[in-house]
Structure formats: C-alpha cells, structure tokens
C-alpha cells in the first residue's frame, strides 16, 4: 500500500522559513512527479510548486521566488523550503505523487495520483 507521509509543517512568524518534507513508501517502481499543493479556510485547493526533473519545476505565482521544491529521488522524497512566509501561505499543504506500483512479477501497474493527510501551516504573529 503506498503512502505519502508529511512533516514539518508548524507555526511561524511573518518573514520566517519552513521546510515541508514529505516520503512516499510503498511498492513503487517509479514516481513520475512530485509536489505540493495548499488548501486555505474557504478556499479551493492550488499548486504550490510540482517538480518532475530537476528542469522542470512548476510554481504557483504566489510562492515563486519565495518557495523552492526538490526531490531526492533515491529516497522518493519531497522537499519544500519556503521562506519570507507571509499570513496568506497559511493553509493545509498537500504532498502529492505521480508514480507507479510496482506488481508481484517486479513489473509497473498502471500510472496513479496519491496524496498525503495534508500538514498544517500557520504564520501569524
């Protein structure tokens, strides 16, 4: 069964950083994408930042600039190092994978979307 596990979410002061991490385990034999996603009181659910390579990253307009994604694809692993947070990153952020299973001949099933409980991020003074 594979799982997203978050951690490093928290609370924090205007201007501060943070660091997301975020481990997928599981019978994987490969993950396509990796990436993150927020989701505010009263709001609808946007990209933060999605990283299939090294050279191609995606970014949400409000983070870029702030935010940095990067994966460590040995340990299928997701990191997202967030700074100059302000009150309106405030939100639940969500791991998200693009990846496949591996079967019980050591073969890909087909592609399929796995997402994290979700870690809370809160900045406030």
């Known amino acids: 069964q594979i799982q997203l596990v978050e951690s490093g979410g928290g609370l924090v002061q205007p201007g501060g950083s943070l660091r997301l991490s975020c481990a997928a385990s599981?019978?994987?034999?490969?993950?396509?994408?990796m990436g993150w996603y927020r989701q505010a009181p009263g709001k609808q659910r946007e990209l933060v930042a999605t990283?299939?390579?090294?050279?191609?990253?995606n970014y949400g307009v409000s983070v870029k600039g702030r935010f940095t994604i990067s994966r460590d694809n040995a340990k299928n692993t997701v990191s997202l190092q967030m700074n100059s947070l302000k009150a309106e990153d405030t939100a639940v952020y969500y791991c998200?994978?693009?990846?496949?299973?591996?079967?019980?001949?050591?073969?890909?099933?087909?592609?399929?979307?796995?997402w994290g409980q979700g870690a809370l991020v809160t900045v406030s003074s």
């Open positions: 998200n994978a693009h990846l496949r299973l591996m079967n019980e001949i050591g073969l890909p099933n087909l592609p399929l979307e796995v």
């Open positions: 599981g019978a994987i034999f490969d993950i396509n994408a």
């Open positions: 990283m299939s390579t090294p050279d191609n990253t």
